[in-house]
């Protein structure tokens, strides 16, 4: 997803009702808006960007 659709759902989780602590179950490559991977992951539920280096471990 891109670096926008990742704020799109940061904005979209703190505005739930239920603040549960995500767990980032699911990851997608995240992408700048000149379509250029940025390294990163961003979660798909919270939109929180986790850098690459953080999931090797
Ligand atoms: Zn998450």
Do not use: F
Request: glycine share 8%; proline share 2%; hydrophobic share 35%.
């Amino acid at each position: 997803m891109t670096i926008n659709q990742g704020v799109d759902l940061q904005v979209k989780w703190r505005q739930r009702a239920d603040r549960t602590v995500c767990k980032h179950p699911r990851m997608e490559l995240e992408w700048d808006e000149q379509g250029y991977l940025t390294g990163d992951y961003v979660c798909i539920l919270c939109g929180e960007s986790v850098a690459q280096r953080y999931l090797a471990v």
